[in-house]
């Protein structure tokens, strides 16, 4: 690092229109509640702080939740559109664009105000922050954390649109803010279901476990971003729908090649599961202009013996039946209601597994966020950064300018320094020619495998 990041301006940004829409928060929001997302935009020029300003003012007009405050009221939470604003900081520093990605992922890279989501819950601080940061090569970095309960990666990216195109001129997105989130999915799906839920309730002995995990976090695991090639992922594709004998998507042989791999480097023998998010308003005929956490789950177990196009169509046969199986969120209700809305603080994520290994895994590729402009450019990198270091938790985004793949994923300190080693290289990148040309700033960046 070449210095200190020096604050150079700080503004609260509002749209100048507060519509006082209370949006009450549905049981998927509240599950979130203590969760911020942390996402990093880099582009290689710089971007004037009061264009950016006041594309952000319209973007919140746009899609007001991100401009509220939250509330707690009884045992419900509320978002209120009150446009208090959103903290807007501008900073410079004597690094370039390569050193800040060489340390995107860590906790303490210095390029996020993360939302402070806890404390959120009980009013009066935002749910969504902007830093933007100036390297000493011109390249420039902004940074957005928000509040999970807010919405998913499909309400991030309708603010982002929205930001987009009251910079650059395109058209505003579309934008539905239900007021009723829970009510408004009643409606929509069918009484009753056979669904899983997405979350448990632990025994008391693990719950002090997790508890413990939870607090060593910071010292105990580390981040490791791994690139695949266009070309990379074509051939695992290729081979690996050979040897399933049947048609498998690109997500599918990623999910399956970085499971396997974990697998095959780690000392754990059992059975292991992954999980992962899935976007499921295109599966409810739901417009993407919906805000909120319209999610759902997929969760696959994986044999020791299971081979890695085995698994693949493992998990493309779960995302076909995703098609006809009813979401979590009628089990969750379920869940719940059996046990009182007063233990809602003492449920965990089925993804939240470390000692049997449970792989959390977010796809946000095809949200669009790599075809964003901001000022006219478009992102040479996205990548998430963490506030919480939580082991066995990943994220794959589009890779540079758009091309390849980047996987983000928290390990324990140990298991960091195999993937980062010969053998870990070696196992994740099998399928990488000799001759595959790596990305300049992948490159230059120098901690990414």
């Known amino acids: 690092m070449g210095g200190w990041p020096q604050l150079r301006e700080s503004r609260t940004v509002t749209s100048g229109q507060a519509p006082g829409t209370v949006i009450r928060c549905g049981l998927r929001d509240t599950l979130l509640s203590n969760v911020p997302a942390s996402i990093v935009l880099f582009f290689a020029r710089p971007l004037p702080a009061d264009d950016l300003a006041k594309g952000l003012a319209r973007a919140l007009a746009a899609v007001p939740v991100f401009g509220g405050r939250m ?47 806890t404390k959120a819950r009980d009013g009066g601080l935002p749910l969504l922050t902007v830093r933007v940061t100036e390297f000493s090569d011109g390249g420039t970095a902004v940074c957005t954390s928000f509040h999970h309960s807010v919405g998913d990666m499909q309400t991030y990216v309708l603010l982002m649109q929205a930001w987009s195109a009251a910079i650059d001129g395109g058209e505003m997105p579309e934008v539905v803010v239900v007021e009723d989130r829970d009510g408004y999915l009643n409606e929509i799906l069918p009484p009753s279901d056979g669904g899983m839920p997405s979350v448990r309730l632990p025994e008391p002995a693990e719950a002090e476990a997790l508890a413990a995990e939870l607090a060593a976090a910071a010292r105990a695991n580390r981040t490791v971003q791994i690139y695949f090639g266009a070309q990379e992922v074509a051939r695992m594709r290729d081979e690996l729908a ?44 739901l417009p993407p202009a919906v805000v909120g956490n319209i999610l759902s789950e997929v969760y696959v177990p994986c044999a020791p013996e299971t081979t890695t196009a085995q698994f693949a169509a493992q998990i493309r ?68 950064t963490t506030a919480v270091s939580l082991p066995w938790v990943a994220w794959l985004v589009e890779g540079f300018d758009g091309a390849g793949y980047l996987l983000t994923i928290v390990v324990p300190v140990r298991f960091a320094g195999k993937l980062r080693g010969e053998a870990g290289r070696a196992r994740l990148h099998r399928f990488r020619a000799d001759d595959d040309e790596l990305p300049a700033l992948a490159v230059a960046a120098g901690r990414i495998i």
């Open 242 to 285: 050979a040897e399933a004998g049947r048609r498998l998507s690109t997500n599918d042989v990623l999910a399956a090649h970085i499971h396997t791999a974990l697998r095959d480097l780690d000392d754990y023998d059992g059975v292991r599961h992954i999980s992962m998010p899935v976007n499921i308003r295109p599966r409810l005929d």
């Open 71 to 117: 509330r707690t009221t009884g045992d419900l939470l509320e978002i209120v559109c009150s446009d208090e604003g959103v903290p807007m900081e501008f900073y410079t520093i004597d690094d370039t664009l390569a050193e800040a990605v060489s340390r995107v992922a860590m906790p303490n890279s210095g390029l996020a105000n993360h939302c402070e989501a």
């Open 317 to 384: 046969a779960t995302m076909d039946d995703l098609a006809v199986t009813p979401p979590s969120f009628r089990a969750d209700e379920r869940l719940v209601e059996q046990l009182g809305r007063d233990r809602l603080p003492d449920l965990v994520p089925y993804a939240f597994d470390p000692p049997r290994r449970t792989f959390s895994l977010s796809n946000w590729t095809r949200f669009g966020v790599v075809d964003v402009t901001l000022g006219g450019q478009r992102p040479v990198m996205v990548s998430p």
